[in-house]
């Protein structure tokens, strides 16, 4: 998806447990009957692990006949992390590729050296009135790969690792947790996974990566004694085994991993170790030396004049 200008998160909750080193409040924005919740970056957090984006999109739903469109736009140096509750997306990209998301459902884009891709409601969807419901998230490449061949890959829900038992259900997007490890390779120690807990349940996070974090989807969570709503991203101090108690019905993102080989600079939707090498990104694209994308030819997104 396009970065859209907005203001930053921030702060939001006074930190409460000692294992908790930050409470991210994202910002929420529309965009034309289309509500996104940006918790990365924010103020004082750039990543978690690799993640240097993270936005709710929705819940939405769309009067018959409408839906998303993000026209074709660029990106470099991060990979693309889509995964849905509800809805579906089509996605197309210059490596030729067409392809539906569905809940359950990883979208996973390299970007590498540059890519273009769009996302769109389908006419079908369109037609029955669409809804969408999810997370994208934005994975930093590590500098090894931020001039990598440009990749896709698409897992079904079948494909993910489902850990069940106690009154909790976790499916396994990225990495590795509990034992298991999903299909969908990245190159930097990290983790994914969405988690579904009824009430009473208690879910382990061990300090397994030193970066970790939680984002309350829906429901409400107790961590030693402090409760926290929807639409919290919390991010724990490192080498603290948490336990996570679901004082209701509760939907969560786990996110994290190792912390990343350095800084990274964000301009609209590039990501790179170089400011340089953003520079001339910029240049490609505002001289359309970007490849186009099969089938999503008529429009794009221009270069704005400011991120």
């Not at 940006?38 to 240097?52: D, E, H, K």
């Not at 029955?128 to 931020?146: D, M, T, V, Y």
């Not at 996570?244 to 912390?259: D, H, K, N, V, Y």
């Not at 001339?280 to 186009?292: G, L, N, Q, S």
């Amino acid at each position: 998806m396009s970065w859209t200008p907005s203001e930053d998160p921030e702060p939001g909750d006074v930190r409460a447990c000692d294992a908790l080193e930050q409470v991210i409040v994202p910002r929420a924005h529309d965009l034309g009957g289309f509500s996104v919740r940006r918790a990365l970056p924010a103020a004082g957090r750039q990543m978690v692990g690799p993640f240097i984006f993270f936005d709710q999109m929705g819940p939405a739903e769309f009067l018959i006949g409408n839906g998303i469109d993000v026209r074709p736009h660029p990106h470099i140096g991060l990979a693309t992390v889509t995964y849905l509750f509800d809805g579906e997306i089509m996605h197309r990209d210059s490596l030729g590729t067409t392809m539906s998301i569905r809940p359950g459902e990883l979208n996973l884009m390299s970007a590498g050296a540059g890519i273009v891709h769009s996302e769109r409601t389908s006419p079908e969807q369109r037609a029955s009135g669409a809804r969408l419901f999810g997370i994208q998230a934005w994975a930093a490449l590590p500098k090894s790969h931020e001039e990598k061949t440009p990749t896709f890959a698409h897992f079904d829900a079948s494909q993910l690792p489902r850990i069940s038992g106690e009154g909790k259900t976790v499916r396994l997007v990225m990495g590795d947790m509990f034992g298991r490890s999903s299909p969908a390779a990245f190159p930097h120690p990290s983790f994914y996974a969405e988690a579904v807990l009824a009430p009473g349940a208690v879910l382990p996070l061990d300090a397994d990566y030193d970066e970790r974090a939680v984002y309350i989807v829906s429901g409400t969570i107790d961590i030693a004694g402090d409760t926290f709503g929807a639409g919290r991203l919390l991010v724990f101090r490192a080498g603290d085994r948490i336990s996570i108690l679901a004082t209701a019905q509760s939907r969560l993102i786990l996110l994290g991993g190792e912390p990343m080989d350095g800084p990274r600079h964000i301009w609209w939707n590039f990501v790179s170790s170089s400011k340089d090498r953003i520079a001339a990104a910029k240049a490609d694209w505002k001289a359309k030396r970007f490849a186009p994308v099969p089938g999503d030819l008529e429009d794009f997104i221009p270069l704005p004049d400011r991120p």
